[in-house]
């Protein structure tokens, strides 16, 4: 009894405090049953609390948006107003006016509040729900408001029919969709017509509270920032419910869509001015592709690559059985020497059975099939006294098609002293050079020197690689965990998830480089075996007559290739700024890697080793991670930068014109004007080899012209920039190595040429869709999404995908070119093939 005594007595006490804190306080709290769809004009002070109670039905099939509406009459006023909604299972709270901040912590204040409830799902049928709206203040004068709550038409959002609305940054909208039946992925698009006010858009779960302010809008969901465009791809498994929230936010300043950036004073409470940033905007959700569409979309791609394999092994069964036929027939005539047999076998290089399709594929067999002939034995003797007359063409007759600059190499032009044979001094001061004076290496050497090429390039695949896909998981994971879609430049209007990947069409059409690179891989090693064959067999076609065969740069660029598919696709993981150096890297060395290889072609003896060579390319690509960090706008980077490209060229500009026999050392600026004043000013004696000038003083106004570009326009892109310099000297020596071939009286067969014609027509269309921009990251992530596009093929890739197509048949065909462009010379003698 004495203990429920005290408890009594403590509840008495308790009720009696309560009593008199009641009575102290002077405030007033008073109830009104309010209605929607009505305005109430009030007032409000720290003396009177006004509660408002609404009610509604809720139903379980059916969602209806409640939007309450503030806006603050009163001019002035110290104390804002607080108003607390209190719900079923949530509670809304928001002060007028409303105070949101901006960059370096910029205040902006609105006296316009509206506000949409988030809807809690209900169990049963239909309910009765009450919600309430508090007000209250602490100023002592009154403040004047106004409330409204209304009911929301068409929040719920229907499929494919679109839905316009307003929006501010402190009156943010939120709607419903609800996936159908049989519907697992949606597209949900949000348009505006003008860029700013910038804007973001959100996509949320159904729960409460709903971040729908700028300041918290991220904390929660997928987000992006837009200005025109914002599109976000929505799977269903993502939400357990089987519905979410859109959600629009207009933000208060613009910085992050590429907007200017305003200066103010960062004075202490200063409020600034919000101005009218209301922005009308277009939302609608359309179903995305399903499983069919991936399918196809997997099957043309594998289709297409795969049907090389399948017609390069049709061809080589063709061509191998053909080539057994025509051994028969050359065997059959009594009255053949050997000497003619080997002579008509070797002529018959010309045929003309090549359509475009099996050009790109047949080379696999090349070397065999082009010894082949598809004529009659008796019809080919005329053709093949002549030539048998090419490969025994004179000096004097060669020298007759190269004009003057190139007259004919007889043999007064030889020094006759003994060492010529061993002095490399000697041999390569010779006005007119031939193959035979730069491949007097031992073959041996020189195979292992060039596979060097394949194996370092493999190691270096193995190293760049590993980290590249690590760095890319990790940028997926963090755009799966935060939602933050501003961290990766998709073109989301066709940016297709699987699994975890964000993208996956654009990762998938990168499988060309991998596969066509393998393919050429294997062209070549069938070569290689073919040719090894011969020399065992002591072939003295094989021995001395064509271009010195080394597979080794072959095997690097098959390499390579296959290495730019691998990176690419890790670079579409995730693509941005930081990570584009990945899809360039390899490009940088495959530029390298032909130009050497056409260096090699005739100065077997003299070409970068490849220790030399890779260190040039590593040195590119650290300037090209420079170039991302420090290039924009840096005008000292940029000095830096072209003054070392000048050198650079300068440099390798002398090491190719006196091909390797020059020094750089103290004495060299003594030699050089020694040069100029014995050639230029004593005697005005022209250079001594004009081609080699000619192709120099080019490839140095070039070189110089895009230096002086870069530095006056400083663009953006400097991987792409230096990409350009690279291609541009590609191009540049491709063009002179023709020329020069067509000038010393050899010919472009008709499979090289085909394939050259092949590849330039692929390359243009490649660069068409190359250059339609999707995305860039050169621009703020909501401006790149003003170039997204939908789907142009079969629904599932975009034209970035086709410009991977393009350009992964374009590159194998380059390679082909390059294995092919040379195949004339194979019957004719070293000494009678032109260096140049």
């Not at 700028?214 to 992006?224: E, H, K, L, R, T």
């Not at 050899?746 to 090289?752: D, F, H, M, V």
């Not at 050259?756 to 990251?777: D, H, K, R, Y």
Request: aromatic residues 12%; neutral net charge; glycine residues 4%.
């Amino acid at each position: 009894s004495f203990v429920y005594c005290v408890r009594v007595t403590l509840v008495l006490e308790v009720l009696w405090v309560s009593v008199c804190l009641v009575h102290s306080d002077s405030s007033v709290v008073v109830q009104k049953e309010a209605q929607f769809g009505v305005s109430y004009l009030d007032t409000v002070t720290s003396h009177n609390q006004t509660i408002y109670s609404f009610n509604h039905t809720v139903s379980r099939n059916k969602t209806e948006g409640v939007r309450v509406s503030v806006e603050l009459l009163s001019e002035t006023t110290k104390s804002p107003i607080l108003f607390v909604i209190r719900q079923k299972q949530a509670v809304l709270s928001f002060q007028v006016p409303l105070i949101l901040r901006g960059l370096y912590q910029r205040k902006y204040q609105y006296t316009q509040v509206g506000r949409t409830l988030c809807q809690p799902p209900t169990l049963v049928a239909s309910e009765t729900q009450f919600f309430y709206v508090d007000v209250s203040t602490l100023s002592s004068t009154s403040v004047h408001y106004q409330l409204r709550v209304s009911r929301v038409e068409s929040f719920t959002l229907q499929t494919d029919k679109k839905f316009s609305f307003n929006a501010t940054p402190s009156q943010p909208q939120f709607f419903k969709y609800v996936f159908p039946d049989g519907v697992d992925t949606v597209i949900v698009k949000v348009n505006s017509e003008k860029n700013f006010p910038c804007s973001v858009m959100s996509i949320q779960d159904i729960q409460c509270p709903v971040y729908d302010l700028d300041n918290n809008v991220a904390f929660i969901g997928m987000y992006q920032t837009m200005t025109k465009k914002g599109a976000v791809t929505v799977q269903r498994k993502d939400f357990p419910s089987n519905s979410f929230y859109v959600v629009v936010v207009v933000k208060t300043e613009d910085e992050a869509c590429g907007g200017p950036l305003k200066f103010y004073p960062l004075l202490p409470d200063e409020l600034l001015d919000a101005g009218n940033r209301s922005k009308t905007l277009d939302v609608v959700v359309s179903p995305a592709i399903n499983s069919e569409v991936y399918v196809m979309g997997m099957l043309f791609c594998l289709g297409i690559f795969l049907s090389f394999y399948v017609l390069t092994f049709l061809v080589a069964c063709i061509e191998n059985k053909r080539m057994n036929r025509k051994r028969e027939g050359f065997l059959q005539p009594a009255d053949m020497s050997p000497a003619e047999t080997a002579s008509i076998i070797g002529v018959r290089s010309t045929n003309y059975i090549i359509i475009i399709i099996i050009i790109i594929i047949s080379l696999s067999v090349a070397d065999n099939g082009s010894t082949m002939s598809s004529e009659p034995v008796t019809d080919s003797l005329a053709s093949a006294e002549g030539t048998y007359g090419y490969m025994e063409r004179s000096m004097d007759t060669v020298g007759r098609c190269r004009q003057e600059s190139l007259s004919s190499v007889e043999e007064d032009d030889y020094d006759t002293l003994a060492d010529i044979d061993s002095d490399k001094n000697i041999v390569r001061t010779k006005k007119y050079l031939c193959v035979s004076d730069l491949a007097r290496k031992d073959k041996r050497v020189l195979n292992k020197k060039y596979q060097i090429y394949f194996w370092n390039i493999s190691t270096i695949a193995v190293f760049y690689a590993l980290p590249v896909i690590q760095l890319v998981i990790t940028y997926q994971t963090v755009v799966n965990v935060t939602g933050n879609q501003d961290i990766c430049y998709y073109n989301f209007l066709c940016a297709h998830p699987l699994g975890a990947l964000s993208s996956f069409n654009n990762i998938l059409s990168n499988l060309g480089y991998v596969m066509l690179g393998l393919l050429f891989l294997l062209i070549v090693l069938q070569r290689d075996i073919l040719h090894n064959r011969a020399l065992m067999r002591n072939d003295i076609t094989a021995l001395e007559c064509g271009i010195p065969k080394h597979f080794g740069l072959f095997y690097a660029m098959g390499t390579a290739l296959m290495m730019e598919g691998l990176l690419s696709a890790c670079y579409h993981v995730c693509p941005n700024y930081t990570n584009f150096q990945f899809d360039t890297s390899f490009m940088y060395m495959i530029a390298g890697l032909c130009m050497l290889k056409l260096y090699q072609k005739r100065h077997p003896d003299i070409n970068a080793s490849a220790y030399t060579a890779y260190a040039c390319l590593a040195a590119v690509i650290f300037f090209s991670v420079l170039g991302v960090v420090f290039g924009k706008g840096n005008t000292a980077f940029w000095i830096v930068f072209s003054v070392i490209h000048i050198l650079a060229t300068l440099l390798l500009s002398t090491q190719l014109y006196y091909m390797g026999r020059w020094k750089l050392d103290s004495g060299i600026l003594r030699r050089m004007l020694y040069v100029i004043y014995t050639d230029c000013v004593r005697q005005c004696s022209g250079p001594m080899y004009i081609d080699r000038m000619v192709l120099l003083v080019m490839g140095n106004i070039v070189n110089w012209s895009l230096a002086a570009y870069g530095l006056i326009k400083r663009p953006n892109d400097f991987a792409s920039y230096l990409l350009a310099i690279a291609i541009c000297n590609l191009l540049l020596y491709f063009a002179f190595y023709i020329i020069m071939k067509l000038r010393s009286g050899e010919r472009i067969r008709c499979l090289a040429l085909v394939c050259i014609l092949f590849t330039a027509v692929v390359w243009g269309f490649a660069l068409f869709f190359f250059f339609q921009g999707l995305s860039t990251w050169q621009k703020t992530p909501a401006e790149s999404r003003e170039h997204n596009r939908d789907c142009i093929l079969l629904s599932f890739f975009d034209d970035h995908d086709i410009w991977h197509f393009l350009s992964s048949i374009a590159m194998f065909g380059s390679f082909l070119v390059l294995l092919t462009m040379d195949d004339d010379l194979d019957t004719v003698q070293r000494d009678k093939i032109y260096v140049f």
